[in-house]
Nanobody, 124 residues
Framework: QFQLVESGGGLLQAGCSLRLSCAAS????????MAWFRQPPGNEREFVAS????????AYADSVKRRFTISRDNAKNTVYLRMNSLKPEDTAVYYC?????????????????WGQGTQVTVSS
């Protein structure tokens, strides 16, 4: 069974940094496109960043470009999201997602497996 477990969320002040982790319990983790989405309070879930199976290709939402960095360690079955210069509008539940070979992109429908989410709250 494919499980994704996020960790690293918390409450912090604007301007601070945070790193989220997502551990996957699956064989052949390196064959999956991985992504982070987030759901702000009262809003729909939105794309944040994605990374290809090799880590060679990444994509970001405009709102997080140059502040967030997605990376992965295939030896540890883990994907990360480094978030710098956090803003109150980054407050959301952050979800990790995995897409089978050939899947991915910036839409939820491109991903086959989801974690339970981790809360990030940024105060001004």
């Amino acid at each position: 069974q494919f499980q994704l477990v996020e960790s690293g969320g918390g409450l912090l002040q604007a301007g601070c940094s945070l790193r989220l982790s997502c551990a996957a319990s699956v064989r052949a983790f390196s064959s999956y496109t991985m992504a982070w989405f987030r759901q702000p309070p009262g809003n729909e879930r939105e794309f944040v960043a994605s990374i290809s199976w090799s880590g060679g290709n990444t994509a970001y939402a405009d709102s997080v470009k140059r502040r967030f960095t997605i990376s992965r360690d295939n030896a540890k079955n883990t994907v990360y999201l480094r978030m710098n210069s956090l803003k109150p509008e980054d407050t959301a539940v952050y979800y990790c997602a995995a897409g089978n070979l050939g899947h991915g992109g910036t839409f939820e429908a491109g991903y086959d497996y989801w974690g339970q989410g981790t809360q990030v709250t940024v105060s001004s």
